[in-house]
């Protein structure tokens, strides 16, 4: 059992302990909760271990033990720089989701708190099982109590909300699931994922370009209602505004970086090919995306739904740095994925402060927050400039990765995604004027309190991460780079095949080229 | 050396004042504020010192900041002699400006938070200049447009200050934009971002003749220049910044920041003199921006407006400088002009600290008799502007004329043109501050010591900085043609200086009465120009009404709630069925909910164990 297993197991067994306790210590439902999910939090940097001093490419906390003989499960997890970062993202998330609600939420306080380590258990399992079948399960208990925390804990149209997020997801994962069943039968019974991309590239299991690209886009249709990508985002909106904030929170930071993780580590390795062929559909899409979701942003009443547009823009980025193919699109868009849980789980955790003082989303119903609630204003600034990629916070770095790729491969794409940042400070900061600025109007404002010790242990790590996140880049990405450039074997592989000459641009695309070769190699040794 | 030490010091003062400055009295406020600023200053003395002829480029290497593949970008602080020239004007005059502050606050609120943010913007300006790769720059560039944007809406409660700062944010984001292009296309031809790198590449590569990579590269530039910079089309920002305090104009919309672009074209001029289509490009706009701000700031009645479109033709007169070749000319001028402006804008802020607050100058005049070392320090930083020798701005704008005359003698005829108005306005403003009689009703009295003091220094620099012979000291960085003086246009250009005072004298002092009745018989031009050609207006119907207007309408409520919403609530209704049995499901009952889960999970194994399993 390595520490791996335990950090996935552990939400679990604390939410199988919560189940004991009586309904009525809600005290002491919260004190577990956040005793226990720190904890977990503690356990998971353990696992940065193996990459404090290096940086391996290949699997590392590797299980792989037989779960169901027939037909062939295994639970087969491990963790390479990708899964490493979104796991203690969520273990991460999950602490500061139990402080939101500390007080916010007061009706059916065992079952949230018991939803949200399920939840959890499901998001960690998700980013490192490598066992197809195990993905699936762990995604679908991902989605089963975010479900419930939107449907039972949320504002006024909350089953509307949650069955439209429902519906959505279900549709791609029953997609999913096809595809994963024809893989399946293709790869000769087995749900393995290195096996099968192991065996996609040296052309082991056959398959075609046509069924490549069905189970290309089943794949990706799945991933991309999850982004979401634009045109599957509307219920993202729907779902962030009413949900409660540890939801949005939860959704936002972790859940849809489900969907580009899919992307990143199913649809680009395993079809290549069908991948490359559709590239140019999907970057189109992520680029209006981009600005179609800073446009929206801009002229939303609501602030959650501001942000979820801006959710929408900001994966759009994610998206475009995937389907470039490059190392620095792929670095981009993982740190992005983590920037992006960061800056916009710290948004969405802001605005919930705003409403539990104010009890209101509508950003008319402020102005002038500043005087009352000076510290609140200070972190809410910083946020906000995180979020709208200003340098030394971590945002720009990723958006600057995104986009770098995307130019070294058409300078056009990174023309007009980047229309998208110059957007994001307009809604932004029309955003921040009309909430903090200008005299403080009615009573509410007046008497909003600020920032209490307990507001101040929720927003003051995610503060210090987005300096740090900025400025210290080297801290994250070395593990990240490494991964990716292994993801990238056989979309290089493919591209050389087709022409002769490597494209114009960094000489390390060429140089990462025979990494990638040593990469791949250790991966197949991993097995 | 450390260089790391010269923004690190105001980075300190912005934390212990930010986080602390609530709680602190104003002299330990004035203490970490002032003494850091002090500190980096005088670290880049004994820096330059230290360095003595800096005859090579000094590089220190302190971690890697962006790796990913063969893309390395550094934080790397250099310098040579263009940033020694850079470094002594930010922490010189942002020193004085720094202590003047400390008399011009002293009633405000938010006294703490002014001074964080001024020592954050010197941190930022600092990175800016001591960057040595472009991806660094940029750290600076949109650092002190984020401090810009802080301290134009430093009193947040009006509305115009916030709308102001937003403004400014999203102009310069636009210039960002152009900028960061340029940075991508850099990274795709040089592989690489690192200044010594990138130009020692671009010295072996022929001059361009078309639109090539190198003209691009120069464009998207000198687009993130006229950004920072408030050139035509995006100087729009500038005038409106004058809503933040007064120190804040002289520091960051006149000395420092808004010569980034600038400096930065002056950095990168390596790469411009292998696109002289860009060059163009830049003499153009620097001459088009210099000509109509200086005619916008002919009528205007505010006289921080006055300097702030001065402040916009100045810069087109840099500009111009380093379009025609004359990038030495150029930072000369920004040099000169950092002391005479910054002087201009905080002698109008003793003015109007005077006045309590008044920034009309209808309110104005005979104030010479009631604030004198403000009117003698403001007459040499008018002087010094108009170009009279032998006052610095004489020197730094003779020779940018000069070679805009070599590159096309019209270029000479509009910047004199240009000049003789500078003349005219800035005077008009001075003769209606400090001539005439008293218009208004308050008590006007002399500022403290600590405001007049940096008045004074700042007034000996206009009057001498001219005789420090920046071109000489920057020669081996732009390598120039000499061209022999040609002493009939200094002439000329000084004339036209003198015209315009005289003109201003003639109109405002010695027959009042005469610019209203001017005014009222050019009628239309007069309100063209006093409405700045409508420019605002015209962005407005262009850009901001249709884009939000079209978003709101076309793309939420049409495309996501008309379009996409109507069909996913179509498929919905079918399967509202569905929805009534999840709605069963939430029985609040944890273990029936867990129940459901394993059930879930079990009707999912067996299917798949139909589907793919006996095999």
Not at chain 1, 44 to 61: A, E
Not at chain 1, 171 to 187: D, E, F, H, K, N
Not at chain 1, 477 to 485: E, F, K, L, Q, T
Not at chain 2, 335 to 352: E, R
Request: aromatic share 14%; glycine share 10%.
């Amino acid at each position: 059992m390595t520490l791996l297993d335990v950090v996935i197991f552990l939400p679990l067994a604390a939410f199988l302990m919560i189940l004991f306790f009586p309904k009525g210590s809600v005290e002491g439902i919260r004190r577990f909760s956040l005793i226990a999910s720190t904890a977990i939090f503690i356990f998971s940097l353990g696992l940065i271990g193996p990459y404090w001093f290096n940086t391996p490419g290949r699997w590392t906390f590797v299980t792989d033990l037989p779960w169901i003989s027939s037909p062939a499960i295994r639970y087969h997890v491990a963790l390479d720089g990708i899964s490493l970062w979104l796991v203690i993202l969520s273990t991460l998330l999950t602490p500061i989701c139990v402080l939101v609600s500390w007080r916010h939420i007061d009706k059916r306080v065992k079952e949230f708190f018991a939803f949200l380590l399920l939840l959890e258990f499901g998001l960690v399992g998700v980013f490192c099982a490598l066992d197809f079948f195990l993905f699936y399960v762990f995604w679908e208990v991902a989605l089963v109590p975010m479900y419930f925390l939107i449907g039972v804990w949320g504002h006024d149209r909350r089953i509307y909300s949650a069955v439209k997020f429902f519906l959505y997801t279900m549709a791609g994962s029953v997609l999913m699931l096809c595809a994963i069943i024809y893989l399946y039968t293709q790869a000769g019974n087995t749900f393995d994922y290195v096996r099968i991309v192991a065996g996609l590239q040296n052309g082991s299991i056959p398959l075609d370009s046509g069924p490549q690209l069905m189970l290309f886009l089943a794949f990706f249709v799945a991933f991309a209602i999850k982004v979401p990508l634009f045109p599957l985002h509307t219920w993202l909106p729907d779902a962030h505004v009413e949900a409660p904030t540890a939801g949005s929170v939860m959704l936002a930071s972790v859940m849809l970086k489900m969907g580009t993780y899919g992307l990143l580590r199913f649809c680009v390795p395993m079809f290549p090919e069908a991948a490359r062929r559709c590239s140019g559909w999907i970057i189109t899409l992520a680029i209006i995306g981009i600005i179609y979701g800073a446009l929206v942003a801009m002229v939303q009443p609501n602030m959650k739904k501001l942000v979820a547009y801006s959710s929408v823009s900001h994966l759009g980025f994610v998206v475009l740095g995937i389907f470039t193919f490059t190392q620095q699109g792929f670095d981009g868009a993982v740190y992005q994925m983590l920037n992006h849980g960061v800056s916009t789980g710290a948004l969405f955790i802001l605005v919930g402060f705003l409403y539990e003082r104010n009890h209101s989303l509508e950003i008319a119903s402020y102005g002038g927050v500043a005087t009352p609630a000076p510290n609140l204003s200070i972190v809410f600034m910083i946020t906000m400039l995180a979020s709208i990629g200003l340098p030394m916070l971590n945002n720009f770095i990723g958006e600057y990765l995104v986009l770098q790729g995307a130019a070294l491969v058409y300078f056009k794409w990174s023309v007009f995604a980047a229309i998208g940042v110059i957007l994001s400070a307009c809604y932004m900061l029309w955003l921040y004027q009309r909430v903090f600025f200008g005299r403080a109007s009615d009573e509410v404002s007046r008497h909003m309190p600020d920032l209490n010790m307990r507001e101040y242990a929720i927003i003051v790590p995610l503060i210090v991460l987005m300096v740090w996140m900025g400025t210290f880049t080297q801290s994250f990405i070395p593990p990240i780079s490494a991964s990716n450039a292994v993801l990238l074997g056989p979309i290089d592989a493919g591209r050389q095949v087709r022409n002769s000459t490597p494209p114009k641009g960094l000489r390390a695309q060429q140089n990462r080229a025979q990494q990638n070769k040593a990469g791949a190699k250790e991966l197949s040794d991993a097995r | 050396m450390y260089l790391w030490l010269i923004p690190i010091f105001p980075l300190i003062g912005f934390l212990l004042n930010g986080l602390f400055g609530r709680r602190m009295s104003k002299p330990m406020i004035n203490l970490f504020a002032i003494g850091s600023v002090a500190l980096s200053f005088a670290w880049v003395v004994k820096t330059l010192l230290g360095l003595g002829s800096l005859d090579t480029k000094y590089v220190e290497h302190y971690f890697t900041w962006i790796q990913s593949g063969a893309l390395e970008i550094g934080v790397d602080f250099a310098v040579d002699r263009l940033t020694a020239v850079m470094l002594m004007v930010v922490t010189g005059v942002g020193l004085l400006i720094h202590i003047y502050s400390i008399g011009y606050m002293s009633h405000e609120g938010g006294y703490y938070r002014f001074f964080s943010y001024l020592n954050l913007f010197m941190f930022f300006m600092l990175v800016l200049v001591l960057a040595q790769n472009f991806l660094l720059l940029f750290v600076g560039w949109e650092g002190v447009g984020l401090c810009s944007y802080l301290l134009i809406g430093f009193y947040f409660l009006e509305r115009y200050a916030t709308t102001a700062g937003n403004k400014a944010f999203i102009v310069n984001r636009i210039g960002d934009f152009g900028f960061s292009l340029a940075v991508f296309l850099i990274v795709k031809n040089f592989n690489t971002l690192d200044f010594t790198k990138v130009f020692d590449a671009a010295k072996g590569m022929p001059t361009e003749q078309g639109y090539g990579t190198l003209t691009i590269i120069c464009l998207l530039l000198l687009v993130g220049a006229a950004g920072k910079s408030a050139q035509i089309p995006l100087y729009v920002w500038l005038p409106d910044a004058m809503a933040g305090p007064t120190p804040v104009s002289a520091l960051i919309h006149a000395a420092t920041m808004v010569t980034a672009g600038v400096y930065m074209t002056a950095r990168s001029a390596t790469l411009f003199m292998h696109a002289p289509i860009a060059m163009d490009w830049v003499a153009v706009i620097g001459l088009a921006t210099a000509f109509l701000a200086a005619t916008i700031g002919l009528v205007q009645n505010d006289i921080k407006k006055v300097f702030a479109y001065s402040t916009v033709s100045q810069l087109g007169y840099m500009f111009l400088g380093a379009g025609v070749g004359a990038f030495s000319a150029g930072v000369f001028h920004l040099m000169t002009h950092a002391f005479f402006k910054a002087l201009l804008f905080l002698g109008a802020g003793s003015v109007i600290h005077a006045l309590s607050g008044e920034q009309d100058l209808r309110q104005m005049g005979g104030l010479r008799k009631y604030t004198p070392i403000t009117f003698v320090t403001l007459m040499c930083a008018g002087i010094a502007i108009a170009g009279i020798p032998p006052f610095a701005g004489f020197f730094s704008k003779d020779e940018i004329l000069a070679a805009a005359y070599v590159r096309s003698p019209w270029m000479y005829w509009i910047g004199v043109v240009t000049a003789a108005m500078t003349a005219f306005y800035v005077f008009r403003a001075l003769f209606m501050t400090f001539f005439g009689e008293y218009r208004g009703h308050q008590h006007p009295h002399e500022s403290p010591y600590v405001m007049t003091l940096p008045l004074a220094v700042l007034a000996l620099l206009s009057a001498g900085g001219g005789f420090i012979n920046i071109p000489k000291w920057l020669d081996p960085i732009f390598p120039e043609k000499v061209e022999p003086a040609n002493e009939m246009l200094m002439y000329i250009s000084v004339a036209a200086g003198v015209v315009g005072i005289v003109l201003a004298y003639i109109m405002y002092v010695a027959r009042p009465g005469l610019a209203d009745s001017m005014a009222k018989s050019a009628g239309g031009l007069y309100n063209l120009l006093y409405n700045k050609y409508f420019v605002d207006e015209v962005y407005d119907a262009a850009v901001v009404e249709p884009l939000v207007k079209g978003s709101r309408t076309v793309l939420w409520k049409g495309v996501d709630t008309g379009l996409i919403d109507a069909i996913v609530n179509g498929v919905g209704a079918r399967s509202r069925g569905i929805g009534r049995i999840f709605r069963l499901l939430q029985s609040g009952n944890i273990r029936s909910y867990a129940a459901w889960v394993v059930l879930g999970s079990i009707v999912l194994l067996l299917a798949i164990g139909f589907v793919g399993g006996p095999r």
